[in-house]
């Protein structure tokens, strides 16, 4: 295996590919006059939602909207395509647009494939980094309220915002998630990073509990692929 830097543009798109999982992960106004009942009410309905859910297939639009100095909102790094979540911690991101690429992780290994670069990135998972990518709860991992300060905004309404401040340090200012308020369905997840960076990845066409081949979450470089080994970060 090769260790190398990566380049700009995809060191780019793995950032686009972690933020993307704190959707399955925005910036928000201040939050005043939130209802308390009515944040534990839909927190509690998304946990015990969740808590069911053995496996998870969607289709995604990602939208990354940079605060880099110079940039403009038409700036902002636009993909889609498909996910599939299933417990303990399994995922895989088939992205279909602007290009192909693929991030796969079967708990403990996240690979990063260019398709178009042929490079794929190897990084070992250390305990609790899906924790603090903030998807624990749909991975069946960790409580929202143990984690997370909760606050709902747009409470009576069909769709409620829960805005999830981390009790604990993290690569993320805070997450939202906008939830039906009856269901506890996750539609939209949106996450801001320590740099202002805005990542919303919107689900549709949700199917729950439909079953998947374990094998999905196993990737094994193709021939020719340079596989670029991430130290753990500090």
């Known amino acids: 295996m090769t260790h190398a830097r990566s380049r700009p543009r995809t060191m780019t798109r793995r950032r686009s590919a972690w933020l993307a999982l704190a959707c399955v992960g925005a910036i928000a106004a201040p939050i005043a006059n939130a209802e308390p009942d009515c944040t534990a009410a839909v927190g509690d309905r998304v946990q015990h939602r969740y808590e069911k859910v053995?496996?998870?297939?969607?289709?995604?639009?990602q939208r990354t909207e940079r605060v880099a100095l110079g940039s403009e909102p038409g700036d902002a790094?636009?993909?889609?395509?498909?996910?599939?979540?299933?417990?303990p911690g399994k995922m895989r991101w088939t992205y279909v647009?602007?290009?192909?690429?693929?991030?796969?992780?079967?708990?403990?290994?996240?690979?990063?494939?260019?398709?178009?670069?042929?490079?794929?990135?190897?990084?070992?998972?250390?305990a609790g980094y899906l924790s603090a990518a903030g998807v624990q709860f749909l991975l069946g991992e960790g409580k929202l309220a143990n984690e997370f300060q909760i606050t709902a905004q747009h409470c009576g309404e069909p769709v409620v915002t829960l805005v999830l401040v981390p009790k604990q340090e993290?690569?993320?200012?805070?997450?939202?998630?906008?939830?039906?308020?009856?269901?506890?369905?996750?539609?939209?997840?949106?996450?801001?990073?320590?740099?202002?960076?805005?990542?919303?990845?919107?689900?549709?066409?949700?199917?729950?509990?439909?079953?998947?081949?374990?094998?999905?979450?196993?990737?094994?470089?193709?021939?020719?692929?340079?596989?670029?080994?991430?130290?753990?970060?500090?």
């Open 77 to 87: 790094l636009v993909a889609s395509g498909d996910a599939v979540f299933a417990k």
């Open 170 to 234: 993290a690569q993320y200012e805070r997450i939202e998630l906008r939830v039906d308020a009856k269901s506890g369905v996750v539609a939209e997840t949106a996450v801001v990073d320590l740099f202002g960076n805005r990542t919303v990845v919107t689900f549709q066409n949700s199917r729950e509990n439909a079953g998947v081949d374990a094998a999905s979450f196993r990737f094994t470089p193709p021939a020719g692929v340079r596989v670029v080994e991430v130290p753990p970060a500090h």
């Open 54 to 61: 053995r496996d998870l297939h969607a289709h995604f639009e």
């Open 97 to 126: 647009a602007p290009e192909p690429s693929l991030v796969v992780s079967d708990g403990t290994t996240l690979w990063i494939y260019d398709e178009k670069a042929k490079e794929v990135q190897k990084l070992a998972l250390a």
